[in-house]
């Protein structure tokens, strides 16, 4: 049974910065892609950055220069630094996954961890 589990989250004041981190726990063959999304009250769910095998990272415009996205393949854990935080940063951010699990098919399933809230205010 796979798993992501997400840690870091919590609040912040306007130019600060946290890191969230998720691994990923189970049995599968490979991890093609982790990322990070996040999600407001009444708003679609909206990438916020990505990162796949052999692949430049890319993010959500709002974001650039500010956050940074990085894997530890050997942990299986992604990670997303924050920095200058603003309010509208403030939503629940949820890992997400796209994992192989067998070495002769091109088959991938997502997953998603349970959410971790991100709440920047004074």
């Known amino acids: 049974q796979v798993q992501l589990a997400e840690s870091g989250g919590g609040l912040v004041q306007p130019g600060g910065s946290l890191r969230l981190s998720c691994v990923a726990s189970g049995s599968f063959f490979r991890i093609n892609a982790m990322g990070w999304y996040r999600q407001v009250p009444g708003k679609e769910r909206e990438l916020v950055a990505r990162i796949s095998s052999g692949v430049m990272p890319n993010y959500t415009d709002p974001v650039k220069g500010r956050f940074t996205i990085s894997r530890d393949n050997a942990k299986n854990t992604v990670y997303l630094q924050m920095t200058s935080l603003k309010p509208e940063d403030t939503a629940v951010y949820y890992c997400?996954?796209?994992?192989?699990?067998?070495?002769?098919?091109?088959?991938?399933?997502?997953?998603w961890g349970q959410g971790t809230q991100v709440i920047v205010s004074s």
């Open positions: 997400y996954a796209l994992l192989k699990f067998l070495p002769w098919s091109s088959d991938t399933r997502e997953y």
